[in-house]
């Protein structure tokens, strides 16, 4: 095991590079060589003896352990020994969405006539009245999809094809999802699990339409503006020059100390920095750069927590277990994130903010939640439309258009609500192909994790015991999050196989507490 570790510092050590790289052209812009150390990465990862040391040592005794870490380092060895043309198919897709993620990076929205930058489109989307501008700005993010394709948006879908079918799956999905380690069929069901729930969501965001806007019609123009009358609180003025103190205090509650952790920031907007919130994990334990885009009110704080979560986790995994730690889930890491993102609709965390209305923000704040439940059960179209990409015939952008519209048709059962949908902006379709379900089946992680805390220690709320919960997350969750794939990891930590139905049950139950059924 020993000349398995050894590849493995070697090969972390090259990703801590590529990492640095990456952050580099994420907040300036500038591309310093990403490609060549990406080019060493996939020497490294050709290397027939190290393929000889992992095919040894699988034909070994070995503790169960040991035998996770090996067959983690074989998933992660395969692709580059089966042949020269996936090879060379691996380094054009990572050149192409390079030069994509440039484009996207780089681009401003033009609205009203005036270029601006995301924090200014979200307030606009948040606190606009003028329902027409609103849409304005909404739809401006569609400025992007033309230019995506006409960069080579579209050669890059048909390469990860070309490179499921030259690995062997039955498709792209089918080569994601086996190495995240999920079942592809556990998705076979969603469409008709959203079906199930999907008169409640309608009636749902019907009945906050019509109280707030006038129109039982919601639509994507509207929905943060719903969210900003729902709980005025998410306009309230803050300052953003303080930010680092009331996250510090909320991950201090739980007994995690960020002040000793090597967190960077940089949280404000300026040129050809991505517009796109992201937290780079460095190094382990080592190193970890947030990257987000606020100006000074309260709602920016979400994506603070969020990202603060993903650099805790960083944090607090075992340095020391490179291998281990390519085994994590991104539910996992999604999920964590989640978590710490949540907060900002929390007694915990708003409390240093809006002390004089308590009551009202937590009454505001509580409508707010069951809001949000709905909207992200809705993004089971969105997620469906990322595998749906890579098993069907892309010839133009229209084609990518007209799998949008069908895919809402016949997932939430809505008419196209512009003639050129937002896509592209979208960063995930470009880096990060068939992922979006990380963040949906993380929220029904952070549920379960709710769950099983509560019943366990008998409370009502993790903030009762914010140490212990802390603890539970590390121990529990983090510490062992390599170690298993997430199916595994849910069932051993809830006793429940993992399914969607869980979160169409808590829509149910919350709605029912507010009066809706």
């Known amino acids: 095991m020993k000349r398995l570790f050894a590849i493995a510092e070697e090969l972390n050590q090259l990703h801590v590079k590529s990492s640095r790289l990456n952050w580099s052209k994420f907040t300036t812009g500038y591309d310093f060589g990403i490609m060549d150390i990406r080019r060493q990465i996939q020497e490294k990862l050709k290397n027939k003896k190290s393929w000889k040391i992992i095919q040894d040592l699988l034909a070994s005794e070995l503790s169960i352990p040991d035998l996770r870490r090996v067959r983690i380092m074989e998933m992660v060895f395969r692709p580059y020994h089966l042949s020269e043309k996936l090879n060379e198919l691996s380094l054009a897709i990572q050149e192409k969405t390079n030069e994509l993620s440039s484009v996207l990076n780089t681009h401003r929205?033009?609205?009203?006539?005036?270029?601006?930058?995301?924090?200014?489109?979200?307030?606009?989307?948040?606190?606009?009245?003028?329902?027409?501008?609103?849409?304005?700005?909404?739809l401006s993010r569609t400025q992007i999809n033309i230019p995506m394709v006409n960069a080579g948006f579209l050669q890059l879908l048909e390469m990860r094809k070309e490179y499921?079918?030259?690995?062997?799956?039955?498709?792209?999905?089918?080569?994601?999802?086996?190495?995240?380690?999920?079942?592809?069929?556990?998705?076979?069901?969603?469409?008709?699990?959203v079906k199930s729930v999907l008169?409640?969501?309608?009636?749902?965001?019907?009945?906050?339409?019509?109280?707030?806007?006038?129109?039982?019609n919601v639509m994507p123009w509207d929905t943060g503006y719903i969210s900003g009358k729902i709980a005025p609180e998410l306009n309230q003025q803050v300052n953003m020059a303080d930010y680092?103190?009331?996250?510090?205090?909320?991950?201090?509650?739980?007994?995690?100390?960020?002040?000793?952790?090597n967190i960077t920031y940089d949280i404000f907007p300026r040129k050809n920095k991505s517009e796109w919130g992201y937290n780079f994990p460095i190094e382990s334990g080592v190193d970890s750069r947030i990257l987000a885009n606020v100006r000074d009110r309260y709602s920016e704080y979400g994506v603070l927590l969020h990202e603060t979560g993903h650099a805790v986790h960083s944090f607090t995994t075992d340095p020391e277990e490179i291998i281990m730690n390519m085994g994590i889930s991104g539910i996992v890491s999604e999920g964590i994130a989640n978590l710490f993102g949540r907060f900002t609709t929390h007694e915990a965390f708003y409390s240093g903010f809006f002390g004089e209305k308590l009551a009202e923000a937590g009454k505001n704040f509580k409508?707010?939640?069951?809001?949000?439940?709905?909207?992200?059960?809705?993004?089971v179209s969105r997620i469906l439309l990322d595998q749906a990409l890579y098993r069907t015939r892309i010839e133009n952008i229209d084609d990518i258009h007209q799998l949008l519209w069908k895919t809402n048709m016949e997932v939430l059962g809505e008419q196209p609500y512009a003639d050129m949908p937002i896509w592209a902006s979208t960063i995930h379709f470009t880096t990060h192909p068939v992922y979006f379900h990380n963040y949906l089946l993380g929220d029904l992680?952070?549920?379960?994790?709710?769950?099983?805390?509560?019943?366990?220690?008998?409370?009502?709320?993790?903030?009762?015991?914010?140490?212990?919960?802390?603890?539970?997350i590390l121990d529990e969750v983090i510490g062992v999050s390599g170690r298993y794939p997430f199916p595994d990891l849910f069932r051993r930590i809830?006793?429940?196989?993992?399914?969607?139905?869980?979160?169409?049950?808590?829509?149910?139950?919350?709605?029912?507490?507010?009066?809706?059924?």
């Not at 062997?168 to 999905?173: K, W, Y």
């Open 109 to 138: 929205c033009t609205v009203a006539g005036r270029v601006m930058t995301s924090p200014e489109i979200s307030r606009i989307l948040l606190s606009e009245p003028d329902r027409d501008l609103r849409k304005e700005a909404c």
């Open 164 to 193: 499921a079918h030259e690995f062997g799956a039955p498709d792209f999905v089918h080569y994601q999802l086996e190495h995240q380690e999920l079942d592809p069929v556990m998705f076979d069901s969603w469409k008709d699990e």
């Open 199 to 216: 008169p409640l969501m309608r009636e749902i965001r019907s009945s906050f339409g019509e109280e707030i806007i006038g129109d039982p």
């Open 244 to 261: 680092h103190s009331p996250i510090s205090e909320l991950f201090g509650m739980f007994d995690i100390n960020i002040s000793g952790m």
């Open 367 to 379: 409508r707010l939640k069951l809001w949000n439940r709905v909207n992200k059960l809705r993004s």
């Open 445 to 472: 992680m952070c549920d379960m994790l709710d769950d099983v805390f509560l019943k366990r220690e008998n409370v009502s709320d993790v903030t009762e015991r914010p140490e212990l919960f802390g603890r539970f």
């Open 494 to 517: 809830s006793g429940e196989e993992l399914s969607l139905r869980l979160l169409s049950k808590r829509l149910r139950k919350e709605a029912d507490e507010q009066g809706i059924s």
